[in-house]
Each structure stands twice: as C-alpha cells, then as structure tokens.
C-alpha cells in the first residue's frame, strides 16, 4: 500500500474533531495520538493500539489522501485490484473521508482525488490504451441497489451471483467514462440516489454501504 509496509492488507485510523453538537454537549476526545508510533492510547486507560496509520483530528483531506492512499493508485496500472474500504460506526466519518457525497467541493475525499490521479496517469501515458469505466451500487437493508440505472428506486435492484472465478452482479450499469469530470458526474449523480436519514450520532446518515467502481482495461498500443 505505502511507506510502512508491504503486506496487502493495511489499516489507517483517522480521528475527526468533535462537531458543533457535541462540542455543545460538553463531549470531549479520550484518545491520545501518537502519530509518529502510528499509536492511540485510551486516556483514562493503558490501552494502546496500533495500526499502519494513525491521523490525528488535524490532518486534512489532501494529506490523509496522500499519505495512505496515493500510492496505491499506480497498482491498478501494474493489473492489481485496489480496495479502499472505511469502517467506522455511525458519524465517525466515511462518507467525508471517502468523498461519496462528492459535490464538486474543494475538500474532496479520497474517491475524487483518486479518480483524478488516474485520469492524470492515463493522459501522460503513450504506450497503452485504456479504456476506463465506472458503476456504482449501494446495499441498503440486504438489497443492493444500481445507483448508475437511472431508473426509479424500485426497478435499480440487482442480485448478487457467483460463477466459478468470481462475485458477480448480473445487469450492473457500467458506464463508460472518458475523464475525470465525467466519472464524477455519475458519482455525483449516483450519491442523490442513496438512501439517507439521521442517526442519533449523525444528522446526514447515509444508512448504507455504497460501493463505488472503477474499471480499467489498458492494451499496449503496438499490440493492435
Ligand atoms: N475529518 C473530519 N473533519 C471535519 N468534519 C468531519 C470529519 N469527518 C467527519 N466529519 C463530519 O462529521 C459528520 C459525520 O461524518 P460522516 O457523515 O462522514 O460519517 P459516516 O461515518 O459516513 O456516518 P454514517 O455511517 O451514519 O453515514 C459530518 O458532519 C462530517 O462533515
């Protein structure tokens, strides 16, 4: 993944900084970072963790996005699947720190900047053709819905398959994209679609687990 180490699984903990409401409240961080042990340690306890990264409630979108994901990028172009997942409970910021509500903000999240760092790859590129395309699904109470359809809610329904190689999703919409702007124009598109309500920890809750797709074919051009 980056700097700290190889194996293909790595883990990154980001603290977001307490909101409005809960300064409101009186809430108060319990965890001491130490970010150059990529450590926390619980405050009233001797607990500490580790983990591959730990980003203190300062750190912005641009760093975070540069220092754990950037590098993985160049994978896809050496034929490896990347996977970025964010786990966390409800409020503790996935959708920020991905970007999948994406408007076209200056402090975007991870899916946008990655999107544009792969566009920037394919333009400096002359040996390959790429042919790039994108789909994006969301699995909201155990049915999984076709964000990219552009059809009413209820006909974006598909099914999950499996054949002997792999998962797959039968009439999943891959569409086609020619740059950056374009592929965010359907994750845009796509995030209106998504189910949310508010939480008891979040006012914006996105109430399910959004996936979002980037598929890359590349042909070295004497090949044809
Ligand atoms: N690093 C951060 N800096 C500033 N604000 C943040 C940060 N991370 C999250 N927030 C804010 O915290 C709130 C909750 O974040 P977010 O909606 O991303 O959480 P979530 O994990 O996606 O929640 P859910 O699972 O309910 O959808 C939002 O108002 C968001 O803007």
């Known amino acids: ?36 042990l990529n450590q926390v340690k619980i405050k009233s306890s001797d607990k500490a963790f580790s983990y591959n990264y730990v980003f203190d409630t300062n750190i912005d979108q ?22 970025i997942l964010a786990y966390g409970q409800t409020g503790s910021g996935k959708t920020h720190s991905m970007g999948t ?27 390959y053709d790429f042919t790039v395309s ?37 009439g999943l919409t891959e569409q086609p994209v020619n740059s950056a702007s374009q592929a965010l124009e359907y994750l845009i598109k796509g995030s209106q679609g998504r189910a949310t309500s508010s939480t008891n920890m979040n006012a914006q809750s996105s109430r399910s687990h959004a996936i979002f797709t980037v598929n890359i074919s590349m042909q070295k051009k004497d090949n044809r």
């Open 101 to 127: 509500a994406y408007s076209g903000q200056e402090n975007k999240g991870v899916i946008p900047r990655a999107v544009n760092d792969i566009f920037n790859f394919i333009k400096d590129n002359f040996t």
């Open 62 to 83: 641009g760093l975070f996005y540069q220092k754990c994901v950037q590098d993985m990028i160049q994978n896809l172009f050496k034929g490896y699947n990347v996977t």
């Open 134 to 170: 994108v789909s994006f699904m969301e699995l909201y109470q155990e049915v999984l819905y076709d964000l990219l359809a552009m059809k009413p809610r209820d006909q974006c329904v598909v099914e999950i398959r499996e054949d002997a190689k792999s998962i797959i999703i039968p």
């Open 1 to 36: 993944m980056a700097e700290s180490d190889n194996t293909s699984v790595q883990v990154a903990l980001r603290i977001r900084p307490l909101i409005d409401n809960e300064i409101s409240k009186g809430f108060q961080n319990i965890l001491e970072v130490f970010p150059e």
